[in-house]
Each structure stands twice: as C-alpha cells, then as structure tokens.
C-alpha cells in the first residue's frame, strides 16, 4: 500500500467509531487542492528541469501549514499523505492551522550553495504566483532537505514578489532569527517528543501497560536517524532526563554502546566529521536496518516514512516505540505489533512540536513583536521585590547569585518551550483519555480525537451536522 493509503486507513477506523457518514468522510479525506510544478532553471548553461508539488489537505481553517522537504524520493501521494497528517496533527495539539506540504524533487547534495538558491526562488516564485505560500493561505517549513536557509531565500523571493504584505515574514517559518525567526524552532520537534516521552513517564498506568522500567533513566533507548529532529531529541533526553541511548542510527550504519553514548561528545564529533562512528563511544556497525532489530525498551524511528513494515515486523524487539518520524510504520506492521502488545504512541501527535512552535513564530510576525518582550523586565522586577521584602521580614540577605537565577525572566526561548511543553501534555492527556473510552490503541485514539475537533469546523461553517 502507498504511504496516503495506509493513512486513510487509520482514518476509516478512527471514523466509524465516531459514526461519520460515508460523504462527510470522503471529504475530509481528500486532497482539496494541489499544484504540480516544473522548475527550468539555468546551471552551467544548460536548463535543468525539478518537478515539485505543493498538496493542501484541508482549508477547514486558514492559513493552512506544512514543511517543504528536498529529496528524490518526493512524489505527489507521499506529499498528499504527508499533508493529510498535517492537518490531524495540527488539530490534536489545538493549533490553528489546516494542513498542507510540498516538495522538490531534487539531491541537495548534488548542488552548491549558489544553484540551490537559484532552484529555491525559482520554485517559490511558482508557489506564490498560484497563491500557494502566503501568511495568510499557505506557510511553508523546513522539512528533510531544507532548513531556515531555504526559507530564508523563500522569504525574499515573496517580498520582492509581495511587497505591499506587511506581513511578509509569516509567509514561512522555521527562518533564521534575524528574519523574524523565533528562538528554540530548530529544537522545537526533537523537545517536543523529548516532552512526549516525559508525559508516559508521569502516568504510571501508561508505563506498567507498555511493561516499562518505573523510570525513564532505567530503560534503554534507541534513536533511529541522527538530523536535526533525532539528534536534537536524543540531546534533550540525554541532558535533561539522564536517558539512557544505547544506539544512534544513520544511513550508513548505527553506533551501539551497551552501557550508553555520552551524547554531547558524539554531536560535536558529527558536527565536525559528518559521521557517527566515532569508535571512542561506541561500535559502529555498516548494517542500518539491522538497528531496528536490537532490544530495548523504548525504539524511537526519527528517520523517514515505512521503516518498519510487513518485512521487518516480527524482527522487532522493543516494549514502546514512539514515532518521531512521519509514517515509520505500515498499516500492516501497526497491526501486528499492536496484536504482539507493543505501545506505539503516533507520528501525529508525538512530532507536532514542530508546528506548534512553527505557531508561535506565525503569530510573532503577524503581531509584530517579539514574545517576552513587554513584560520580561516587569516580571525580573516583581520578584526582585518579593526577595526584598522576604529579606527585610527575615533580617537577611541573599546572595547575588541565587538572586540572579530566581529573577530572570521568561524569555523567548522559554515562552515557546513553556507554550511547547504544554501543548505536548495536554495533547497527551486528551488523547489517553479518548483510549480509556473507546478502548482502542493510541494511534486509533489520536485520530479519533483529531477527527471530533476536525468535524466540528465543517458543521459550524454548514456542512449538515453529522
């Protein structure tokens, strides 16, 4: 089955349990508008020829919102199966947004810095003269390929193109700071799943069912694919939860170190070779697929699409596995695995930090200012007070260090990470809550959530109630 297919399905069951009408349902499954681009740019004298796609999904809310991923592997049913779940995802974590996605067809590696720009303000200037990227109809992000350079280079081309849109800079996100960015958006997915994981861990219910360790730091952890998303949650987990990460895997192999990687150590070694193997802190073995394979209590897929399927299932030996990457698991590997009682806690809810965050910084560039910045000092202020006062009631005096870290004031990056953490809880609790109803696994339960709010817009704007 194709990726969109396997979503669909998920959506059927989920559907039939909130006793959706057959053309209510088709609706809200299909794809509401596509484009399909042919980007001629000139390199070295010679046209070369990138077929793209932007896929919106749903307009139930606008703008609607998705990543723009460079790769060989775009196509238009995976980039229509991904802009479905962007829409479901946006729904469970209460973000306003209907959902869409796009992608080149295209190596970045095979391109220097100069032709990939050219090949990005080519491909954008198509998007935007359809009314495909807009702060107001269609923002893009950085997805596998891209990152806030691309969007960088997207922001300039819808100025030029757009240049009475006070509100420019909301025509993407994931941009660099300086361009109306917001601190913490590179971490935002990787923190997001590294809050999803500490929710399980506040419900031992959750972890008894999953048959894991009481504490987070007692269980082993393996971390598929090392870019931004899996390299920052693995950072997260290993500083802030004391997590223990037995094996990180790449394209071209995976590193394995029974009693743990010291994760800062291999982020710096990537940074400056590329790779992780690094024989220091662990053993590196050529053999990718095989690291799905390896026990352990907690498997977190942070690569692409369809790594555990129909082929590899019964070769899997984890307790947990929570799905950073989009669709890593087939619709008929779910379903054995769920019947072999393994927890799997879903790609639309568990890697929605990103848009979330990817919210906050819309927002900031549609209200023009920067969070934190109205209140920040008042709030250092007030607390400055109330040591004061203490010290006085007291007969004391407080350190000026202690009292430097108690006063400071929420910043940017802490407001998006504060507004990150609890979307990512809330968003758990709703759906753990939906599971002890209707009784189903957490896949079958994120949907259902997601497909309740998602009705609701259609009956308020005069679809028949259903």
């Known amino acids: 089955m194709s990726f969109k297919d396997n979503v669909n399905l998920h959506v059927d069951k989920s559907a039939k349990l909130l006793n959706f009408s057959d053309d209510l349902l088709e609706h809200l499954k299909s794809i509401h508008s596509l484009i399909k681009v042919n980007v001629g740019v000139v390199l070295d004298g010679k046209i070369n020829n990138f077929t793209g796609w932007r896929a919106v999904h749903s307009e139930h809310i606008l703008p609607t919102k998705g990543g723009l991923r460079y790769s060989e592997t775009v196509d238009q049913d995976d980039t229509e199966a991904l802009a479905s779940l962007m829409t479901y995802k946006c729904a469970i974590v209460n973000i306003p947004f209907g959902g869409a996605k796009g992608g080149l067809k295209i190596n970045p590696k095979n391109y220097t810095m100069p032709q990939l720009r050219e090949i990005t303000k080519a491909f954008a200037s198509k998007l935007i003269n359809k009314g495909f990227i807009s702060p107001a109809l269609n923002v893009p ?53 590294e809050e999803v994981v500490r929710e399980i861990f506040r419900h031992e219910d959750v972890v008894k069912e999953a048959g894991l360790k009481n504490e987070l730091k007692d269980n082993e952890i393996i971390v598929q694919g090392f870019g931004n998303v899996g390299s920052n949650l693995a950072k997260h987990l290993y500083n802030r939860d004391n997590a223990k990460i037995i094996a990180i895997g790449e394209y071209d192999g995976y590193l394995y170190n029974k009693k743990g990687i010291d994760i800062n150590a291999l982020i710096e070694f990537y940074k400056t070779n590329k790779t992780i193997n690094n024989p220091k802190l662990g053993k590196f073995k050529n053999n990718p697929s095989e690291l799905l394979e390896l026990d352990c209590d907690i498997l977190i897929p942070a690569a692409l699409e369809n790594a555990i399927t129909i082929d590899n299932v019964d070769k899997i030996k984890t307790k947990l596995i929570i799905e950073a990457a989009n669709g890593p698991i087939s619709f008929e590997a779910d379903q054995k695995l769920f019947e072999k009682g393994v927890m799997i806690i879903p790609d639309i809810y568990v890697n929605a930090g990103g848009v979330v965050v990817s919210y906050f910084e819309w927002v900031k560039d549609i209200s023009h200012i920067r969070f934190g910045r109205v209140e920040k000092r008042f709030q250092e202020q007030k607390i400055l007070d109330i040591i004061d006062l203490i010290d006085k009631k007291t007969n004391t005096k407080t350190d000026f260090d202690t009292i430097k870290k108690i006063i400071h004031g929420a910043d940017e990056e802490d407001l998006a990470f504060s507004g990150l953490e609890d979307s990512m809880r809330n968003a758990f609790i709703e759906i753990y809550n939906a599971k002890k109803q209707i009784k189903k696994s957490f896949r079958d339960s994120a949907y259902y959530v997601s497909l309740k709010k998602i009705r609701n817009f259609y009956t308020v704007e005069g679809f028949p109630k259903r």
Not at 152 to 166: A, C, H, N, R
Not at 170 to 177: A, D, F, I, S, Y
Request: glycine share 16%; with cysteine.
């Open 141 to 193: 992000a950085p997805d596998v390929g891209t990152s806030e350079r691309e969007m960088e280079w997207i922001l300039e081309t819808y100025k030029t193109l757009k240049p009475d849109d006070i509100n420019y800079r909301g025509c993407v996100t994931g941009k660099p700071l300086h361009r109306g960015g917001i601190a913490g958006r590179t971490e935002a997915t990787g923190r997001g799943i």
